[in-house]
Nanobody, 114 residues
Framework: QVQLVESGGGLVQPGGSLRLSCAIS????????MAWYRQAPGQPRELVAR???????YYADSAKGRFTMSRDNAKNTVYLQMNSLKPEDTAVYYC????????WGQGTQVTVSS
């Protein structure tokens, strides 16, 4: 079974940047779409950005203008570049793949705090 492994989370000050990576254990092409979600404590999981085999990426309003999702097909990896981070971006960030069935990574913690 294909697995997703996130990395790149950490502690960053407001206004700072992080780049999250999601490494796919198999081929990225098994997925019709890849996405980043996040879940803050006590909150439901929410979509941050999604990219399709052809088309996208598409962003949640909270991510527009600050976050950039990209994919490297040769490396079977998707990325989330996050700039101008705010304390409200603090959450566990999850990579998601949709191949008809849904695959989730284990999540990576992002904490934005001074």
């Amino acid at each position: 079974q294909v697995q997703l492994v996130e990395s790149g989370g950490g502690l960053v000050q407001p206004g700072g940047s992080l780049r999250l990576s999601c490494a796919i254990s198999g081929s990225i092409f098994v997925f019709n779409s890849m996405a980043w979600y996040r879940q803050a404590p006590g909150q439901p999981r929410e979509l941050v950005a999604r990219i399709f085999k052809v088309g996208g990426p598409y962003y949640a309003d909270s991510a527009k203008g600050r976050f950039t999702m990209s994919r490297d097909n040769a490396k079977n990896t998707v990325y989330l570049q996050m700039n101008s981070l705010k304390p409200e971006d603090t959450a566990v960030y999850y990579c998601n793949g949709d191949s008809g069935s849904t695959v989730w990574g284990q999540g990576t913690q992002v904490t934005v705090s001074s």
